[in-house]
């Protein structure tokens, strides 16, 4: 930035440094809402598996998680929050509510993929096979397999239903695929992490927090 002349009048100077302070500001905000319709963008973006999603889709606020199986807490946001977020914002059309898959290991990759064969394109079904797979995560990080197949067989399937269903490389790949898009376009290191409307929140979150983004965007 050029300095001001000396020689201008102290008030002229003031006014010049004031526009100048005001234009970089305005050129700083400029960017950074260019960045962060960017973002919101690349989060609406579809991905390579059908996104579980619930709530209205012309919802003022759209909320997406990105969640691994076995993160615990994942598995309190699942379990304590969730229930209150849908009831006063998701069954009320208020927000939409998308989940999606970021496995930290290959026991949460197994049970993402067991939870999309039993949803088989049905989001409730699929969130419910979740919220079973939370309760025993603990089983599921010692008992993998064993944990698998009861969460199978509790909704309709076979053992041979769940061995087809782990051995569908083709759905590993995708979900592959879409975490390394995650990583590399949402810059996604840990789970949970939240956008409400494009905006990123990393961590564990209290109903309390949530609530605190959502209710401005509802004005």
Not at 172 to 184: G, H, M, P, S, T
Request: charged share 20%; glycine share 6%; net charge neutral.
């Amino acid at each position: 930035m050029s300095a001001i002349p000396s020689e201008y009048p102290l008030n002229v100077r003031r006014s010049i440094a004031l526009a100048l302070l005001l234009a970089v500001a305005s050129s700083v905000v400029a960017g950074t809402a260019r960045a962060q319709s960017a973002l919101a963008e690349a989060v609406a973006k579809p991905v390579s598996l059908p996104d579980i999603a619930i709530g209205s889709p012309t919802a003022p606020v759209t909320i997406t998680e990105y969640s691994s199986m076995s993160c615990p807490h994942c598995a309190a946001f699942g379990q304590n929050v969730f229930p209150m977020l849908r009831s006063n914002y998701i069954d009320t059309g208020k927000v939409r509510f998308v989940f999606r898959e970021f496995p930290l290991d290959i026991k949460a990759a197994a049970a993402s993929i067991l939870a999309r064969c039993i949803g088989n394109g049905d989001s409730e079904k699929y969130l419910g096979a979740v919220e079973m797979i939370f309760k025993l995560q603990e089983q599921l990080m010692m008992y993998t397999k064993n944990t698998l197949l009861y969460v199978g067989k509790q909704h309709g399937m076979s053992e041979q239903d769940v061995k087809t269903c782990e051995e569908d490389q083709a759905q590993f790949n995708k979900l592959n695929a879409d975490q390394q898009y995650a990583v590399r376009e949402l810059k996604i290191a840990a789970t949970p992490t939240f956008f409400v409307n494009g905006f990123r929140l990393q961590g564990s979150m209290t109903y309390e927090e949530l609530e605190e983004r959502i209710k401005p965007l509802l004005k």
